[in-house]
């Protein structure tokens, strides 16, 4: 079967188990935020030449398979996603998300400290897209809520911890860069 199916070719798409709807339909931009999210940490994985960086950044894409997945999928057809083996996004991955946090925090000695100028090294650019790409999915899956639709609170949470982290290390990565005083 070819990509090229030609059923998107008059404005509509399929959200998981067939269900039509328009590409302009707030929960195909939700995940598709998602979806750019995720080609971004891409980017930042493959420039990332620190496996602190990049391990974390692996398991994270592979987190958002599962919440972009929940996001393709219509609020009636869940029992049936779930039922057949998918998982959906859980307090454990916001969890596992704040361990990181806190570590960095704790550990690597990387604070909030205001706002940071992007550019000062590939990596930290990336990481900064990747962090605003992350907070437009996060108000993309707001808006889907507000829009009536019923929305794991959990995708929410997950993104907020997610785009707080994409900003530590992104000036973990400039601490990193910085010559010794």
């Given at each position: ?10 404005g ?8 039509r709807?328009?590409k302009?339909?707030?929960?195909v931009?939700a995940?598709?935020?998602?979806d750019?999210?995720?080609a ?10 620190d496996p602190f960086?990049a391990?974390h950044v692996l ?21 049936r996603y ?7 996004t859980t ?6 998300l ?12 990387v ?11 590939m ?26 639709s019923?929305?794991?609170p ?27 005083a």
């Amino acid at each position: 079967m070819s990509i090229a199916t030609k059923t998107g070719d008059a404005g509509e798409t399929s959200l998981m188990y067939g269900r039509r709807v328009p590409k302009s339909d707030p929960r195909v931009d939700a995940y598709g935020c998602v979806d750019e999210l995720n080609a971004a940490l891409g980017l930042v994985r493959v420039t990332a030449n620190d496996p602190f960086i990049a391990d974390h950044v692996l398991a994270i894409q592979k987190e958002l398979i599962t919440v972009m997945g929940e996001l393709a999928t219509a609020p009636e057809d869940l029992p049936r996603y779930t039922k057949d083996g998918y998982g959906l996004t859980t307090a454990s991955m916001v969890d596992g998300l704040t361990a990181v946090v806190d570590d960095l925090e704790k550990n690597k000695l990387v604070n909030f400290k205001g706002w940071a100028i992007p550019g000062s090294t590939m990596v930290s650019a990336a990481l900064d897209i990747a962090r605003t790409t992350c907070r437009r999915a996060e108000r993309r899956v707001a808006d889907l809520g507000a829009s009536g639709s019923q929305v794991n609170p959990e995708i929410l949470r997950y993104l907020n911890r997610l785009s707080d982290l994409c900003w530590l290390l992104g000036r973990y990565v400039e601490k990193l860069q910085q010559p010794e005083a």
